[in-house]
T-cell receptor
Framework: AQSVTQLGSHVSVSEGALVLLRCNYSSSVPPYLFWYVQYPNQGLQLLLKYTSAATLVKGINGFEAEFKKSETSFHLTKPSAHMSDAAEYFCAVGGNNRLAFGKGNQVVVIP | EAGVAQSPRYKIIEKRQSVAFWCNPISGHATLYWYQQILGQGPKLLIQFQNNGVVDDSQLPKDRFSAERLKGVDSTLKIQPAKLEDSAVYLC???????????FGQGTRLTVV
């Protein structure tokens, strides 16, 4: 079975500051890991994914995430927040034909 | 490539009424998921199909929810009778393979009054 833990439902960040969203996973099989973004009244859009190649993954809009097996983590970062980054972010773990999501982080960007 | 299509986008019904949602996945995607997303929460898997067979429906409230995927292509999710707590966004997603990303439709926002 797979599960994801995302702590801190709301995250406030100043414009231009580092964005850091934490994700820890549990999986009984080698995981595939994903970060999705959801804008209001929209479906989920893929930001980036880890599928057992490079552990540092670069995605769209300047986001990146690092897979750390020893820490069972896949934290999402962006060096400099932009107002357009305000959205909800979900970490997901897949494998063995299953896909499970975390509860999400609502990111608020402060001008 | 066309995305995942869902309809309707919005639906308001009274409790105890029935409702149906439709999803057409990306062509060639064997796996189809229905998720329920309650406001402020992450998507919760209701049912997963592989072609026209059910892979996982362990979290589907089977006394009121049903889903089918005839011919292994499009799918319908039905609620009968609806309860107030069913108010949520119902998301459909599809994947090409196990390691692939899930592509999501825009969802159907259900309000039960």
């Amino acid at each position: 079975a797979q599960s994801v833990t995302q702590l801190g439902s709301h995250v406030s960040v100043s414009e231009g500051a580092l964005v850091l969203l934490r994700c820890n996973y549990s999986s009984s099989v080698p995981p595939y890991l994903f970060w999705y973004v959801q804008y209001p009244n929209q479906g989920l859009q893929l930001l980036l994914k880890y599928t057992s190649a490079a552990t540092l993954v670069k995605g769209i809009n300047g986001f990146e995430a690092e897979f750390k097996k020893s820490e069972t983590s896949f934290h999402l970062t962006k060096p400099s927040a932009h107002m357009s980054d305000a959205a909800e972010y979900f970490c997901a773990v897949g494998g063995n034909n299953r896909l499970a999501f975390g509860k999400g982080n609502q990111v608020v960007v402060i001008p | 490539e066309a995305g995942v299509a869902q309809s309707p986008r919005y639906k308001i019904i009274e409790k105890r009424q029935s409702v149906a949602f439709w999803c057409n996945p990306i062509s060639g995607h064997a796996t189809l998921y229905w998720y329920q997303q309650i406001l402020g929460q992450g998507p919760k898997l209701l049912i997963q199909f592989q072609n026209n067979g059910v892979v996982d429906d362990s979290q589907l409230p089977k006394d009121r929810f049903s889903a089918e995927r005839l011919k292994g292509v499009d799918s319908t999710l039905k609620i009968q009778p609806a309860k107030l707590e069913d108010s949520a966004v119902y998301l459909c997603a599809s994947t090409l393979r196990d390691s692939g990303e899930a592509f999501f439709g825009q969802g159907t926002r259900l309000t039960v009054v």
